[in-house]
């Protein structure tokens, strides 16, 4: 029997945002006025990981076979990459199709890395998506592949979403559930890191229960530069007793792949957010960059 994993748990400051309203769009990036930190154990899910699950937290981790290819070359990740996270999500979450996109390396530092699609990593608690953008959600970004790919592909499909009335994609796939219970879709991203295990800088994510509706502050859209939706970032919670509880994976390795949600449409049955955050871990800043690849999936049961 093997022995019992101790768990690696660390205290950190997470950047909540202090006035929600003071904040227009994005300003809460550059303006560390806007910012509160507040002092939060974050706990390690390894010695429990497979307890997780994507419905009832909002994530969970997922085993995929590492393989020999360039992770910074975007023609392998839209193709190889995607095909692998594709099958994988078939076979484990069950899900019918999937349509990838919007891929994101995130080195900590851009200067001595100009590759294409790549940001820096986000230390604010965060959800990418806001309810609204969930909607024909392919027409916030501003790449026309993307624009014109997602119809196209949901029209393969048999998705007719053109056809009066006009209803939004999550719209018209609730009414297809309602006559035969069997579809559904969400958006996730699926996150790993490159090379190596996670030393500094861990992406942490929050468990869905812990975080109250009022305590995701919805930002309106400021013309930004591949997404002009709206987005959402945490506040502390004010209310008596409630505590966000936040997970990370101790020692994360690049065969480990974290999954959360940003969107379900069945907001009222699973868990169906997950803010997220990369937070600092004392005692690291001296370590080389953390480097990770995240990749977002559009699927529908």
């Not at 990981?49 to 009832?56: A, E, G, P, S, Y």
């Not at 800088?201 to 929050?206: A, E, H, I, Q, T």
Request: aromatic share 10%.
């Amino acid at each position: 029997m093997a022995a019992a994993v101790a768990p690696v748990n660390f205290e950190t400051e997470i950047a909540y945002l202090k006035d929600p309203e003071r904040v227009v769009s994005d300003e809460v990036v550059g303006d560390a006025s806007l910012r509160e930190p507040h002092k939060k154990l974050v706990y390690d899910m390894r010695p429990t990981r497979d307890d997780f699950d994507l419905d009832v937290h909002g994530f969970q981790i997922l085993d995929i076979p590492l393989k020999e290819r360039n992770d910074k070359d975007m023609t392998e990740v839209t193709t190889k990459n995607f095909k692998e996270v594709e099958e994988l999500l078939k076979a484990k979450l069950g899900v019918k199709h999937v349509y990838c996109f919007a891929p994101v390396l995130r080195p900590l530092d851009l200067a001595d890395k100009p590759v294409p699609n790549t940001q820096k990593t986000i230390p604010r608690p965060h959800l990418d998506f806001g309810p609204a953008s969930a909607a024909e959600w392919w027409k916030w970004f501003t790449d026309p592949g993307l624009q014109q790919g997602v119809p196209a592909w949901l029209q393969s499909l048999g998705v007719d979403w053109k056809q009066p009335p006009r209803y939004s994609i999550l719209g018209l796939l609730q009414d297809m559930t309602d006559i035969n219970g069997s579809i559904r879709s969400f958006r996730l991203s699926l996150w790993r890191p490159l090379y190596k295990p996670v030393e500094r800088d861990p992406l942490c994510v929050s468990d869905w229960k812990t975080v109250p509706d009022e305590d995701y502050v919805i930002l309106q859209p400021n013309k930004r530069k591949t997404y002009d939706g709206e987005w959402s970032v945490m506040k502390h919670s004010q209310r008596e007793g409630v505590d966000h509880r936040w997970w990370y994976m101790s020692a994360h390795r690049p065969d480990e792949l974290l999954v959360f949600k940003h969107h379900d449409s069945k907001m009222d049955q699973v868990a169906w957010r997950c803010g997220h955050g990369a937070f600092p871990i004392a005692g690291t800043d001296h370590l080389p960059d953390r480097e990770s690849l995240e990749i977002r999936a559009f699927c529908i049961y």
